[in-house]
């Protein structure tokens, strides 16, 4: 079933085994389309092209969520997971340092909302594929 696919992807990640492209991969081949990580919670959510969730926690400690959104730090995480100098293990350490509670990725919508503690939000588009 697609829900333990979905589960083994969700751990596999937050053991640092799998790069951001494998598992958005992975999630799609699942039928999910967008998933929502909330820091707080030391969970993510999957939702799911049939109108179905599926929740995983975090082995990870995200650790303390920083009070103010540093869109620069993001950024840098972000690029360092994008290059894959950074898995998510470290992401998850640089984006909360940088004041991510949490984040909603679409992936059917090629795009990663991002918020802070008060609000804030940054919005990152996929990368481009290379030709």
């Given at each position: ?7 083994e ?15 958005v991969?992975?999630l ?15 969970q993510k959510?999957?939702?799911l092209?049939?109108g ?10 995200p ?14 995480a972000?690029?360092?997971?994008q290059?894959?100098?950074v ?32 609000g804030?939000q ?10």
């Amino acid at each position: 079933m697609s829900k333990q696919v979905i589960h083994e992807l969700a751990i596999a990640t937050q053991q640092g085994k799998l790069t951001f492209p494998q598992v958005v991969k992975g999630l799609l081949e699942a039928g999910v389309e967008s998933y929502l990580v909330d820091f707080a919670a030391k969970q993510k959510t999957h939702y799911l092209t049939d109108g179905t969730t599926h929740t995983v926690p975090m082995i990870l400690d995200p650790g303390r969520v920083a009070a103010e959104l540093d869109s620069a730090g993001l950024v840098a995480a972000i690029r360092g997971a994008q290059a894959d100098t950074v898995r998510y293990p470290e992401f998850v350490k640089r984006s909360t340092a940088a004041g991510v509670i949490g984040y909603w990725a679409f992936l059917t919508g090629k795009r990663v909302i991002y918020f802070g503690r008060k609000g804030e939000q940054h919005i990152e588009e996929f990368p481009k594929p290379r030709a």
